[in-house]
Every structure is written in structure tokens, then in C-alpha cells.
């Protein structure tokens, strides 16, 4: 149970009519039980979940290189899923599990939780309400407070893999345009350290639609000043823009200036209500209500644009994303 | 169960350690218990809570005419109480309630949620913190989104007290101060009903601190653009404002103007944090760690500014609040 | 040619189309040739001015308690005049002005310069758009950054007649609405020293309208952050509201805090644009092109308002604001 | 005396103690001296101005082929220059005329006004003030309201060299650090006319400067909503951001939203107090009080990027700034 299992075991506490009957985590112990009370089983191996046939669903918070894997139980043992991001590193496992998720007609859902960003929807409604015209140009601003430990680091996948996904994905999201190409300027200007385990910490993507339109990620490892999530949609007709939420509504007025309070500290905190969101709407998903709102395709381009992007970075040029021939649409 | 006794029941779901043994409701039927699936017990007949030697605490959600006899019956059962505002409408039963209360020694907590919105609790902090120095002015903003239906309008014992009831507490959590003289100036503009049902629904009220320090308080019971909840603390060194909380941070940018979303739409939207927030601390006061955080002389004293407000508006002339003589500190 | 003297002497300067042919004042000395260099003539004596039959209007720059007798003589005299506020501090002494002015058939404007904020006029705006609604409620911060010498607060007439008397012009301006009744509650909370010359320094003031909408208007003499002037104006379908303007649109996000920059300093940086098209208005005015936008009538109902207040903070009650039984509509 | 020409004209005539000697304009008729009638002569000629005497300084407002000979001329005659941008198109004509200032050892001055605006001032101060820390990530965006006519298309030099010369001169002066590489992604968006015309109406463009920091443009011949010029500075110690300055501080709330102001609608608005403090400092300049604000070698920066920029549009790939060899520091 990491970070955002824990998340969403707090998630599942608030919503009604779902039943928390297992969780499975291989280093689980005897405090367990009290500590993950709602819980109506702790167990060590998952396998234990998906031999129960009153389990419907299972949601897959493990580390990355595990998700094709569990995916791939889960599904042939015809549980839904539920997949944190990205669905896997590498591309042969990913598309198997992919195939597999199809062939079990299981519902399968990523968790990029910003979807459900109710700042992040209004650019959307604005968009399908035609208010934005032709689209033109997409801005993300988006920076972590603080980097993450340089363990975390090393096992990520890279920026690109761990931090840009979510970005790349709301490119995706707000436009509902696909990437054509990406060039990526980056550098190490946080950490040298991150830079020795040969990843980087800022970045400026950008982004060739295939409709023409352009789009620019920024990333940072560390906004010292908090969580900067900002988005902006420029079109025709108009812009649609997304501020940063912050602390409280209240400033103070000195003699020296006007303070306001800062964004909020980082994803548990400004995505909090999203992640519950999250949680329904597959849960909704499952019972038949809708479509997945975030598909096992939209995994799948996320991480081809971040490949991209590592690939531009490593060339020095802009890249093609490379098309996932599996997928008629793209 | 009505909207506020709904409200505390969903974050009740939402805490910890805390086990709903009953729901008393006359009104309450056969469909109660499915509805309300958390409570343990659905009674009719509040008494039965009070005789049940495991319950520890009791919450009042009744209508206002009610309240002093049932905490009145809660006290002399020992259970702590947390009870709506206003403490009631009829001076001599609150102030039975208010002795009973202390005679038996229980915690007694009343419901002004706003003490708990984490925007004027910043406020709170400037003033703590001296960066106002001084406190010279206070300016409440407190405007619905549109009026309640006249059959509440009818028993709501008044704007004072069923509406500006809040912003008198604010007043004197916001400063710190206590009030001596109020004047009104109200009259009916949103709705002539209202007129005629002997009340106002406009006001702007002038608060004289003892400390010297001013306020003003301006009242609607209709904002079409939203719930208006703003504060401001002016003092020697600077101005702590706390704004609306608006439905998103998203704006649109077209031909016409840059347009923002409304302030979230009432009670149940702005301060959903809030209740929560006071049902914990609540919690946290019976289990001895720490005073309740809104006592019953505070529900006394929001009361007293009520009575001056009125008698001011029927006066014509500004009006002391009288001194509650029970009270050492008035 | 005291301070406002010169913030008229430097927008003349930017206007095309007319003539500085005089700059009298007693005082002037053989330097301001040179130093008022675009003035055609200096003297001491403004008869010389009033003699020239070229001349076609005059500015009154004076203390307040020439006004009086300098319309009088320019009246008189045939041109066109502009005044600074108030127009005079005696009763009788105005009426004669007023009365002369009448008479004498020359174009009279009383330079109350907010008027012609573009920001406040976006109020207006709004309410003749019908946006607004019927008005309901009419809010005015006024506060000054810091107070004036002990000289100045002694001859100033009090806060109602020195500075109040802009936001009771305001009052009348942004709502086209007459006050009915005025409740001052007042105080000395930033310097003793103005307590001990018989004035106030802080105030909240509430306003009655004839119409049956309420206002309030606070005041202090001393906002450490700047100029602090801001407007709402609420009604049944709306409300629109005026903020500070700020030194620049420039914010800084750091580890602490977002601050911004503070309001811009006092009213000459404040309202140094309207200023200038107070004059062009005041210009165009006298070539007939359209009436004075703020009359000798506007003048002196402030003028009442001022005087109400002040009775109303010696008779700690509201107080009526007395007719001027000279002018028709009151 | 086209649009630039006649904003120069009327604020020179708002500064003191400065004369208006001359106007030249092959095109000057009968109706100028009372059109332009604070200058002393209007002429055709502009030689006539080159061989007086007594004119100090020149201001060259005239379409860009004409700037190095103008420029040329001026420096032989030895009068200090003020040149709009870009000091010219040909690369050889630009060099001679660099060279000729230079051995002539006149001031010369390139009209970027936006290095005055207070707004993106603050950033600078922020930045030497330490408040930034290292710079990281630099953002500008820059939208103009409506694209120029087909005719100005055609021999304005292409979007880079016309508009984002102005945003290239912002990345420098904002940061203090030159550019080392330049990526463009463009495209026409707005009127495909453009694009038959050779040209582009949209970019997004990736800037990496020798320091290792990176920075975007973004660009649109179109923002219906008003003139889009927003800077933001990121940092390792906070960032500063100039917003767009709007046309007021107002705001509406009603039933469907909150509406403000737009941004003010173009250069001639958002810029007008920036024209004026630009020419101040250039006469100040001429005077010796101190060094150009904005030199020779500042304009041909921003030319060598703009080339750049061209190239890489063309290329598809990021393409390095030439040096410029004449420049010691480049």
C-alpha cells in the first residue's frame, strides 16, 4: 500500500455501495487489519483476489514494471480493472496485456486522475460548447513542488515516463486531437544528481498536432513556490485558461505588498477531489453506467509520446510519435 | 433529518472512529434504515438515545424551538451536545438550557460552521499573528443565492436570527471583540412577501466595537450570481480579505470580456469542508483534546446582537446589545 | 498653486486647443515665469485675470474658503468656471455663489475628479445598461495611505468635508439616487492628535436612499497598503464592482507566498488619467458641446451630505439630509 | 508620419524641454503645419533636417528599407538616433550603417518599446533583486488582436522579423542572457492568405539560451479577445509573471458568470505610457545623463533570431543563432 494506494483506500470509505473485500500487498502484517479496517480480508498474494469470484473489480497500484502482469491475471480471471499509470515500460508486455484486456472483454481504466480535474473539464466544456472555435494552441504548465528521492528517480522511467505522462495525456484530453511529432529542449538545472542518474528536471515539449494545431509542455521538478498546474486552450473564438488552486481565497494587503496564499502543496492535495471522481466514475464504469472515461489506448498513447519525447531529447531533433498499429484510429 | 442533519450524516460516514448508534426522527419510517445504513438504530423517540449508557454524544439538528429542551434532557443525561444555531428562539428556555448545561458539567458545542472555513480562519491568522495590528474595521459581506420559501421565512424567527445569526458570530470570532451598539438599516427589496410576512430581506448593519474598532455587516437573501461570503479585517498595519470560492480558477477569454465562474451556489457547496472540519473538532472536544472550538456563550452573545438588530430596525436608532449577566466576561 | 494647481497646470499643458494665458496667486515670485513657463502671464491679483476680456474660463484652485467670493467675482466677471471641492465651507456664502452663478448665466463645474475614473464610470455603465437591476445596495471603501499634517486636518473643514465629500459625490454618482438619511459611526483609531483637533480619523457611514436602497461608505485616514478605493453596486440582477489599481499587473511567486504589487500610491497617481479628462470634459463643456458633468447643484448636495454626517456623529443617531430649498428636484 | 510617427509626435509634445524642429515626409502637403502644429517646419526633405545645425537628434519612423541609409546619413551629419525596429532587412545595409554609428560616434537608440512597460520592468527587478535565484524557464506570450492587412503582410519581413522581433528582444532583455538555438513550429491558423502570402500566423517557439535555460513564444496574428502579452520568469528561487493589463478593474457578477474587462485592445493602448518613458530615456540619453536603453547591437540581436527562427521554420529542425562577429561580447 504506497502513496496512492492509500489514496484511494480513503476514496472507497466515502462512496457508497462498494465493498472493500481484499487488499493484497506483499509485505502486508498483522497490523493490517486494524490499520485498513474498511478491508474485509488482507492477504499477500493478489492471486488470492482474483480466485474469489465475488470480486469484480481490482484496482492495480503496484510499481509500474508489475501492471502488464496483474493486468494479464486480472483480466483472464474476468475482474475489471482499474490501472495506475503508465500501464507498463515495456512495449512487448504492454501490448500484450492490451490484447488480453480485449480478448477477456474486461472494462480496463488508466489512472490519470487530471481528467477529472473539475478545472482541467471546464476547458473542456468550453471547447464542446464550441466556445473555443478552432483550436490553435494548447499551453500546460506543469511543475512538481519538490523532486521526488533520487531511489524514486532511478526506477521512474524518467521524466518523460513518470511526470510528462499526465501531461501528454491532458494534451490528448483537452484538444481531443492526436500528437503528430514532438521536439523536446531539456536540461538538468535542479539536481546534478538527477542529471548523473541520467535523467533531466526542466523541460519545454512541444507539440505538432496532426490537425496543425501546437501545443507546449513545461515541467520543472521543483516550483518552490508549490504545485504549478496550469492549462491553457487558445482558439478562434476565444481561450479557456485554468488557474492553479491556492491555499485560500484570502490575501493581506502590507505595506509592502499584496500576499496571497500559494498553490497548493501537490497532487494529494490539489487533486484530491479528482481522485475520488476518479473513483466513481470507474466504479460507474463497472456497473455498466458508462465507458471507461480513460481507456487502455489512452495508456498506450500516453507512453508512445513520452518515448517521443525521449527519443527528441536524445537526437537533438523533433520526432514522429510512432503510430500503435493495433489501434485502428491511430 | 433534514438538509443540515443529511449534511452531518455524510461526513460522519467520512470520520474515523466514531460509530453512529442512532438516528431519532417522528417522522422516520421503515424505509430509514436502508437509507441510512451507517446508523445503527433509526428511533422515533429521541429519549431512547439519552437512555443508551454507550452513546457519548448527541448532535441537534431540530428545528430552533426545540433546542432547549432537548439539550436540556441530553445534559441531565450526561451526553456531550453539539447543537444547530440558534441555541434557540425564547430567552428564558435558552438561558434554563445554558444553566442545565453547566450544572452538568457536559461539553456543548454550537453549529457555526463559518468559525471552521479555512478562508476566515486565515483571516484569524493574520490577526493572531499581528499582522493587522490594530483592528480598526470589519467588513462582512453575507448575501444567499435566493430567498427560502416563505413557510421558512415564517418560522425562521427573522433574518437576525436565522441568517445574520452567522455573521454576527463571524463579527466576533473574525475580531476577537465584543459588539456594544448595533444599527440597522433594512427594508424589503427582493420580495414583498416578505414584508408581509413581517420581515426584511436587505440590510446593512453598523457594529460599534467596545474596543473603539468598527464593522459593517450587509445582508441580501438574493445574489443571482451566487452564495457572497467575503471578509475583510482592516487594522494599523494591513488588511486581511478573504474572497469568494468560486465553482472553478477557469476563465474564458472571448470577444466580449473575460468571463470566471459564479462563487460556488450556497451553504452546502462553500462550507462542505467546513462541516466536516467542525464535526472532527467536535469530536476532538468530547474526547478531552481540547476545548469545544464554539461554546454555548457564544451561541448566547450571536443571539443578543440579534435581539439589538432587531429592536435597532424597529427603533430606527442604533441600540446597545443588552449584557447577558450570567456571563463573567460580558 | 498648490498641489492640485499643478496636477491642472500639467494636463492644460497635454490638451490641445486652448490657452494658459494667467496663472495668478499671491505668492508667485519671479521664478515661476521660468518654472510655469507655458502660462502666458503670472500675477498676484486674480482681478487681472477676470479684466481680460479674452479670458473665457478660469480654474479655482484656492484655499476653500475663497471659493465663494472668487465665483462670485468670476461670475461676474462673465466666464465660464471650474472649482475645486467642496465649493465653499459657509451656507451663506455658497448660496450667493450659487445664486450669482444662476444669474450671471455662466457655466459652473465642481471638480469632483472620480467621476471620471474610467473604472467607476464602468459602474455607471452597468446600471444604465440595466445590468444592475433594481439597486439594492451601494458599498464605497475609501481610505487614504496616509493622513495629512496636523496644518492641513485643522483647516480642512473635518474628514466629512475634506474627504468623505468625494465618496458622498460618488454615492450620488454611481446609483443616480438621492440619500435620504445619514448614521455615522466614528472614531479616533489612527492618530490622537486629530482627536485632539476636534476631528475623526475612521469611519463607517451608512446611507438611506429615497428610493429605499442602503449604502455604506468606510472610511480611514491612514491604509498603509495605498489609496485603497473601491465600489460595488448590487441589485436584483447583478452587481458590479470597481478594484484597486495596482503599481503593475506583476506578480511574484515564491517559497512564502504570491504576492502582488500594492494599489498605486494616492489620488495623484490613482485618478491621474481622470484628472485629464475631467478637464477636457470641463473643456468641452465651455465650447457648449455638452452640459457640465458635475454641476453647482451636484457641489453642494455633497455638501449637505457632509454636513448631515457630522451632525450625525455628534448626535450619535442618523440625521436627515437637509433639502436645499433652492433646487427644484430636491 | 504613419501610426508609430504619430504616437512619437504627441508625446513629444507632453515632454519638456524638448523642441519639435522638424518633420519630414515625402508625402507632407499644405494641410501639415496645422495638422502637425507644434513642429517648427514640416518639409520633404529630410536632408534639410540632416544639414541643420541645430537639430540634435532625429527619430527614424519610416518603413524598415529605409532605416540604414536614414540611419547612415543621420551618423554622418552627427546627429544622435532614435530608429524603430527592425533597424533594417539586409544584412550588409544593416552592418555598414552599425559601422557608421559606431566610427561617427552618435547615440543611437532601437525603438523596443516594451522594454519600458512597467509591467515586465518589475520582472527585470525581480531578476536583479535575486528573487528568481538561477533562471530556468522563461515564458512569453504574445498574441496580437487582429492580423494587418495583406498589404502590411507583404512587406513587413515575415512574422519573425515584424512581431516576434519584439518577443526575441523581450527573451533577452527579460533574462539577461542570449539565445544559442532557436526551434519553430508554425502555421497558418488564422487566414490562409497569409500562407499564400509566404507567411505564418502561428508559432510556438522553443528558445535555448547559452546559460542552459529554456524559453517559449508563442505567437497568433489573432486573439479575438484583445492584445495577449503576458511574460513569465521561472526560477530556482520563485517566478514573476506580468499579466495583461485590462481595460478596467471591473467586474460583473450575474446570473451566468463573472465578466471583466478585456485586455486593453492593442499596442497603441497596452503600450502608450511605455512610448512616452521610452522617448523620455532616449532624450535623456541624448543629453548624457545616461547610455541607451536599447543599442544597435540589441536590435541586431533580435534580427539574428528572427533569421533563425526563419531557418528553422524552413528546416524543420532547430537551428543555431549566427554570431554576429562585429560584437565583442557575442
Known amino acids: 500500500m504506497g502513496r496512492i494506494g492509500n489514496v484511494h483506500y480513503k476514496n472507497l470509505k466515502r462512496i457508497s455501495n462498494v465493498t472493500i473485500k481484499y487488499i493484497a500487498d506483499i509485505v502486508a502484517t498483522d497490523e493490517w487489519p486494524a ?28 510499481p509500474t514494471d508489475l501492471h502488464p502482469e496483474m493486468t494479464i491475471a486480472a483480466a483472464k480471471a474476468g475482474k475489471d480493472i482499474f490501472c495506475e499509470k503508465p500501464v507498463g515500460f515495456n512495449d512487448k508486455d504492454i501490448m500484450e496485456a492490451f490484447e488480453t484486456v480485449k480478448k477477456c472483454n474486461v472494462k480496463f481504466e488508466v489512472g490519470f486522475n487530471r481528467r477529472f480535474d473539475k478545472n482541467f473539464k471546464r476547458i ?12 490553435q494552441i494548447l499551453k500546460i504548465t506543469s511543475r512538481d513542488p519538490e523532486p521526488p528521492s533520487m ?10 515516463m513518470d511526470m510528462t505522462i499526465h ?51 513545461d515541467n520543472s521538478r521543483q516550483a518552490v513556490y508549490g504545485y504549478d498546474q496550469r492549462i491553457e486552450l487558445f482558439g478562434s473564438k476565444g481561450m479557456s485558461k485554468a488557474d492553479n488552486v491556492l491555499d485560500s481565497t484570502t490575501t493581506f494587503s502590507g505595506k509592502d505588498d499584496v500576499s496571497a496564499d500559494k498553490p497548493t502543496f501537490f497532487f494529494l492535495q490539489r ?6 471522481t476518479e473513483l466513481e466514475s470507474f466504479l460507474d464504469a463497472v456497473r455498466g453506467n458508462h ?31 510512432n503510430s500503435v498499429q493495433n489501434f485502428e484510429e491511430v
Chains 1, 2, 3, 4 share one sequence.
Not at 271 to 276: L, M
Open 124 to 135: 473542456v466544456d468550453h471547447r464542446e460548447n464550441g466556445d473555443i472555435g478552432d483550436e
Open 167 to 217: 501531461d501528454f495525456d491532458m494534451a490528448r484530453f483537452i484538444t481531443d486531437a492526436e500528437v503528430d511529432q514532438v521536439y523536446v529542449a531539456g536540461n538538468v538545472m535542479v539536481d546534478p544528481k538527477i542529471g548523473e542518474a541520467g535523467d533531466i528536471d526542466t523541460a519545454i515539449i512541444t507539440l505538432q498536432f496532426k490537425n496543425g494545431m501546437m501545443g507546449v509542455i
Open 291 to 321: 465507458e471507461v472515461e480513460c481507456s487502455f489506448e489512452d495508456g498506450i498513447k500516453a507512453i508512445r509520446l513520452a518515448q517521443a519525447a525521449k527519443k527528441s531529447l536524445n537526437s537533438g531533433k523533433p520526432e514522429k510519435v
Open 271 to 276: 487533486y484530491i477531489d479528482a481522485y475520488k
Open 35 to 62: 490499520k485498513y479496517s474498511e478491508a474485509e480480508k488482507i492477504v499477500t498474494d493478489y492471486h488470492e483476489i482474483l480466485n474469489d469470484p465475488e470480486v469484480q473489480a481490482v484496482m492495480i497500484c503496484t
Open 151 to 160: 531511489d524514486y528517480v532511478k526506477r521512474s522511467g524518467g521524466i518523460f
